[in-house]
């Protein structure tokens, strides 16, 4: 593993992005900031700006309005960075599949980590899978 | 003014250009107009009766374009709701933005969203769709059909 990397999953810094989610999936990972779940004691912090994050945390169904952002946000952001689809929208779409203005999913647009599924997750649910996400990539 | 008086007057002023008036329960009426009088019966509920405006509703329904105009009078907990039936080949109604500022987004939306053309909008530039979207495509239309070749409609698992 790069030095890079082993630096970046000692405190992961996460930015919060919703491509058109209904946000319900945004709730439930600003929830996961809150007291009660605390994902701070794993050393993550919500960045507030892309070019200090290392995770992109991403919820929603990618509408082709949001895609442009998307793409442009990924271009910005420093690598390595690791990204989370959050929800049944970001992972396959959900029940948009069919939407005109949903052409094509997430993790054709940019790769993608881990994907949690759930619609929404619950905020254990999004911190297993970062906790998987620290794992796979061979964090302690 | 009660809910009755309302009625009566509307059905009093407005006679000629009712097609049809459905009182479906105390708390909703449903008044089928002409489209050519929607402009007038509009702002009269507007300006006169004291109505809100809440939202506009468009559908397409195969043989014609509604749209349905939902006003409210709070005092009465009434919901009045206009109905107009639009020619599906050339759907086409006078706006009411220019009237009633609330409708300015949701006609832009309207016109996007089924091609209805409002008359006199004062501001009818795109609103929702990207803006690589092909004119003239409505994606709430029936006869819609997919125009992006690279659109994927797999789950991908």
């Known amino acids: 593993m790069s030095l890079k990397l082993?630096?970046?999953?000692?405190?992961?810094?996460?930015?919060?992005?919703?491509?058109?989610?209904?946000?319900?999936?945004?709730?439930?990972?600003?929830?996961c900031l809150t007291?009660?779940?605390d994902i701070e004691r794993?050393?993550?912090?919500?960045?507030?700006?892309?070019?200090?994050?290392?995770v992109l945390l991403v919820t929603g169904s990618c509408n082709r309005m949001s895609v442009e952002r998307l793409k442009t946000l990924w271009e910005q952001v420093p690598k390595p960075c690791l990204v989370v689809a959050i929800g049944t929208c970001a992972g396959s779409r959900g029940l948009f599949i069919d939407s005109y203005n949903c052409p094509h999913p997430l993790d054709s647009i940019i790769p993608v980590n881990v994907y949690i599924p759930g619609c929404p997750p619950k905020p254990e649910a999004i911190m297993a899978g970062v906790v998987q996400l620290i794992q796979k990539v061979g964090g302690a | 003014m009660t809910r009755e008086d309302?009625?009566?007057?509307?059905?009093?002023?407005?006679?000629?250009?009712?097609?049809?008036?459905?009182?479906?329960?105390?708390?909703?009426?449903?008044?089928?107009?002409?489209?050519?009088?929607?402009?007038?019966?509009?702002?009269?509920?507007?300006?006169?009766?004291?109505?809100r405006f809440n939202i506009a509703s468009g559908t397409d329904m195969k043989d014609w374009i509604e749209i349905l105009y939902h006003f409210t009078i709070e005092d009465l907990n009434l919901l009045i709701s206009l109905r107009?039936?639009?020619?599906?080949?050339h759907p086409e109604i006078d706006s009411l933005a220019?009237?009633?500022?609330?409708?300015?987004?949701?006609?832009?939306?309207?016109?996007?969203?089924?091609?209805?053309t409002f008359t006199g909008h004062p501001d009818p530039r795109r609103l929702l769709l990207a803006d690589n979207w092909p004119e003239g495509v409505y994606p709430l239309r029936r006869d819609y059909v997919e125009w992006d070749g690279t659109a994927d409609r797999t789950r991908g698992v």
């Not at chain 2, 329960?25 to 009088?37: F, G």
């Not at chain 2, 107009?84 to 080949?89: E, M, N």
Request: charged share 25%.
């Open chain 1, 6 to 31: 082993k630096a970046l999953l000692k405190s992961p810094w996460v930015f919060h992005l919703s491509t058109g989610s209904c946000n319900n999936c945004d709730i439930e990972t600003l929830d």
């Open chain 1, 35 to 37: 007291p009660r779940f």
């Open chain 1, 42 to 54: 794993f050393g993550m912090l919500l960045a507030g700006s892309i070019k200090h994050a290392d």
């Open chain 2, 6 to 51: 309302v009625l009566a007057d509307i059905r009093g002023r407005f006679g000629a250009d009712i097609v049809e008036l459905f009182d479906k329960s105390p708390k909703r009426v449903y008044v089928e107009i002409r489209p050519q009088a929607i402009v007038r019966i509009g702002t009269h509920l507007f300006r006169t009766l004291g109505a």
């Open chain 2, 84 to 89: 107009v039936r639009l020619d599906p080949g």
């Open chain 2, 98 to 116: 220019r009237d009633i500022e609330a409708l300015n987004w949701i006609e832009r939306e309207l016109t996007e969203l089924l091609g209805i």
